[in-house]
């Protein structure tokens, strides 16, 4: 397994942006492989899919509740998540996960995904 550990959470009014980051403890020529993802979990509700970048990132999905807002990226060593417009149902602990196998086509589920970081809160005020 990968070690993950994501980064930039914090207090924002709506309407704000926020950066996550999300860095894994993989050489970055493994790293290159994995496919990744971003999940988050509201108090209360189960987790739920965000967005999703395949190994090559050149797939890409997004739940509809962000598409438009957010946008995910990849570098060589790290994954992100643009989030802009941000509404107080964003409010959420946000998760960065991995996916090792690199099986194509990148699947837009938590089961698939077999690492994962710690969470990073996101709160947004209206």
């Known amino acids: 397994q990968v070690q993950l550990a994501e980064s930039g959470g914090g207090l924002v009014q709506a309407g704000g942006s926020l950066r996550l980051s999300c860095a894994a403890s993989?050489?970055?020529?493994?790293?290159?492989?994995?496919?990744m993802g971003w999940f988050r979990q509201a108090t209360g509700l189960q987790r739920e899919f965000v967005a999703v970048?395949?190994?090559?990132?050149?797939h890409v999905y997004y739940a509809d509740s962000v598409k438009g807002r957010f946008t995910i990226s990849r570098d060589n060593a790290k994954v992100y998540l643009q989030m802009d417009s941000l509404k107080p149902e964003d409010t959420a602990v946000y998760y960065c996960?991995?996916?090792?196998?690199?099986?194509?086509?990148?699947?837009?589920?938590?089961?698939?995904?077999?690492?994962w970081g710690q969470g990073t809160q996101v709160t947004v005020s209206s």
């Open positions: 970048i395949s190994w090559s990132a050149g």
């Open positions: 993989a050489s970055g020529r493994t790293f290159s492989r994995y496919h």
């Open positions: 996960a991995a996916d090792s196998s690199g099986i194509e086509p990148v699947r837009p589920a938590a089961s698939a995904f077999g690492s």
